[in-house]
């Protein structure tokens, strides 16, 4: 059975970057035909697209986020992580990490993290 | 950029039929959307109930159903019960990588 863990700081600075790693247990990362994904929600608003990475290392990032996104991929600790530098409180959520198939099926979740932006 | 688009909110009686949509601001969903629906409770992480239009996740009751209605995709949950109650949202790809979720829809069930 695949399982995520996201894991990280709850509380990041205004200007800084929130950093947040994502653990997977149960397969590899690295075996190939997943991307490999993180998705926010503010407190009592909708899910929101940040971007993701394949197996390969290719990444897509939503454009509002793009420049200040950047998702990695850690194979030989079995992880992928999450950088979103500048962060505001508008940046304060939750932050789920995902497995999604080729076909779209975001199939495992994690099970969220909060992250709150304040000085 | 586009939005995705949901019922804010709806209702349904238990043992009832609903239907929520996911459309786009600008042009119609198809399947090459590659629509999928997650369900969600409060402080709970979401799960898929729906994927590719209209393939039930493992473990998914066949209540729920997906599919293209007048150029939106659709959730349709046959025998509605109380523990539907929950918030549901479409995500679509939009091409170059991206997708997008809808905002959600709140659906009671009284």
């Known amino acids: 059975q695949v399982q995520l863990q996201e894991s990280g700081p709850g509380l990041a600075k205004p200007s800084q970057t929130l950093s947040l790693t994502c653990t997977v247990s149960?397969?590899?990362?690295?075996?190939?035909?997943?991307?490999w994904t993180w998705i926010r929600q503010p407190a009592g608003k909708g899910l929101e697209w940040i971007g993701r990475?394949?197996?390969?290392?290719?990444?897509n990032y939503n454009p509002s986020l793009k420049s200040r996104v950047t998702i990695s991929l850690d194979t030989s600790k079995n992880q992928f992580s999450l950088n979103l530098s500048s962060v505001t409180a508008a940046d304060t959520a939750v932050y789920y990490c995902?497995?999604?198939?080729?076909?779209?099926?975001?199939?495992?979740w994690g099970q969220g993290t909060l992250v709150t932006v304040s000085s | 950029q586009t939005v995705v688009t949901q019922e804010p909110s709806f209702s349904v009686s238990p043992g009832g039929t609903v239907t929520l949509t996911c459309g786009l601001s600008?042009?119609?969903?198809?399947?090459?959307?590659?629509p999928s629906w997650c369900q969600q409770t409060p402080g709970q992480a979401p799960r898929t109930l729906i994927y590719?239009?209209?393939t039930r996740s493992s473990g998914v009751p066949d209540r729920f159903s997906g599919s293209i209605l007048e150029n939106k995709a659709a959730l349709t949950i046959t025998g509605a019960q109380a523990d539907d109650e929950s918030d549901y949202y479409c995500?679509?790809?939009?091409?170059?990588?991206?997708?997008?979720f809808g905002g959600g829809t709140k659906l009671t069930v009284l």
């Open positions: 600008s042009g119609s969903v198809s399947t090459g959307h590659y």
């Open positions: 995500v679509l790809y939009m091409g170059s990588g991206i997708w997008v």
């Open positions: 995902a497995r999604v198939t080729g076909g779209g099926f975001y199939d495992y």
């Open positions: 149960g397969g590899s990362i690295g075996s190939g035909g997943y991307y």
């Open positions: 990475i394949y197996t390969s290392g290719s990444t």
């Open positions: 590719t239009t209209n």
